[in-house]
């Protein structure tokens, strides 16, 4: 079946760090690839998104690129702010179920000032 | 600002109560689903209304009753719950049911049963 696989959190940075929250999936076909953060207290928003292989999604400085070949979207930023403290969900939806989005156990972030 | 609105924003209820979540979005979309969510857990789908018709249901308990009153609005209604269903309850909704991978959430009613 379908599934996504994130790094086990939490994960503590010191403020202009080096992030890289890696995912990897299992799917049939070709899904689409997401990142959502969850910030305390709130729901969940979608950070960025990739549709295809080589596809670089990116938003808010953070970036993701869709490898096929190593069947991963690890999401990267050049360097972190205290305010990227959240809980950050890589997800997928496959074309045979659309209508349903699979979300990793999602991986804690923490930064340090 | 979230352009999903839940209400209430915290509610606590007892094992006989009943009582109802609501949701609502002014974007067109038409799609909107229920999810509940543990502490340092994803959010677990349990509907999907597509065009203002039910098209999932995970398999939730019948203590739980979704209602889709029209295309903007999503009800979650809530009687003889457990202790073990308080949770984060979220909403969300998607221009439509295949573009389920870009969801707007909002910012979730947090329940407490006792």
């Known amino acids: 079946g379908n599934s996504v696989t994130q790094m086990e959190g939490p994960v503590t940075l010191s403020e202009e760090a080096f992030l890289t929250i890696n995912c990897t999936y299992t799917?049939?076909?070709?899904?689409?690839l997401f990142w959502y953060v969850q910030y305390p207290g709130e729901g969940l928003q979608l950070l960025l998104k990739?549709?295809?292989?080589?596809d670089k999604g990116s938003n808010k400085g953070f970036e993701a690129t869709y490898r096929k070949e190593t069947t991963s979207f690890h999401l990267e930023k050049g360097s972190v702010q205290v305010s990227d403290s959240a809980v950050y969900f890589c997800?997928?939806?496959?074309?045979?179920?659309?209508?349903?989005?699979?979300f990793g156990s999602g991986t804690r972030l923490s930064i340090r000032p | 600002d979230t352009e999903v609105t839940q209400t209430p924003k915290h509610l606590v209820m007892g094992m006989t109560n009943k009582k109802s979540l609501k949701c609502e979005q002014h974007?067109?979309?038409?799609?909107m689903y229920w999810y509940k969510q543990k502490a340092k857990k994803p959010p677990e789908l349990m509907f999907v209304?597509?065009?203002?018709?039910?098209?999932i249901n995970e398999s939730v308990p019948s203590r739980f009753s979704p209602e889709c009153p029209n295309s903007s609005l999503l009800n979650l209604h809530l009687h003889a719950l457990q202790p073990e269903d308080s949770a984060l309850y979220l909403c969300?909704?998607?221009?439509?049911?295949?573009?389920?991978?870009?969801?707007?959430f909002g910012e979730g009613s947090r329940l407490t049963v006792l």
């Open positions: 969300a909704s998607s221009s439509a049911a295949s573009e389920a991978g870009e969801l707007f």
């Open positions: 997800a997928l939806t496959a074309y045979s179920s659309a209508s349903k989005i699979i």
């Open positions: 209304y597509s065009y203002e018709k039910l098209s």
């Open positions: 799917a049939t076909g070709y899904p689409s």
């Open positions: 990739a549709t295809k292989a080589d």
């Open positions: 974007m067109g979309h038409r799609a």
